[in-house]
Nanobody, 128 residues
């Protein structure tokens, strides 16, 4: 079993920054890919960013590319999402996710069906 706990959400003005963290426990953290998804009110959950198990490969949704940075610390068992130049359309609940399977070294899926463990979510609100 895997437990994921997000923190760092809040209210920020457009153009500002936030840093989300996800603390993982219960499994060999360094052997699975991790990701962030988000869900805006009235919309489906969407992919934001993913990182492979070593941290050497990262993938981003086009809407956040150049503004968000995903990273992981396999010693501290944490994943972070640094969000800069925030826009009102970034508002939503952000979820940390851990891969359902290990995959190969470069495995970093972008579909939510490939993630078997989810945190409870943290609210991010960007005011314009």
């Amino acid at each position: 079993q895997v437990q994921l706990v997000e923190s760092g959400g809040g209210l920020v003005q457009a153009g500002g920054s936030l840093r989300l963290s996800c603390a993982a426990s219960g499994r060999a953290f360094s052997t699975y890919p991790m990701a962030w998804f988000r869900q805006a009110p009235g919309k489906d959950r969407e992919f934001v960013a993913a990182i492979n198990r070593s941290g050497g490969r990262t993938l981003y949704a086009d809407s956040v590319k150049g503004r968000f940075t995903i990273s992981r610390d396999n010693v501290k068992n944490t994943e972070t999402l640094q969000m800069n130049s925030l826009k009102s359309e970034d508002t939503g609940v952000y979820y940390c996710a851990a891969g359902a399977v290990r995959g190969d070294l470069w495995y970093a899926p972008t579909r939510d069906r490939d993630y078997g463990y989810w945190g409870q979510g943290t609210q991010v609100t960007v005011s314009s």
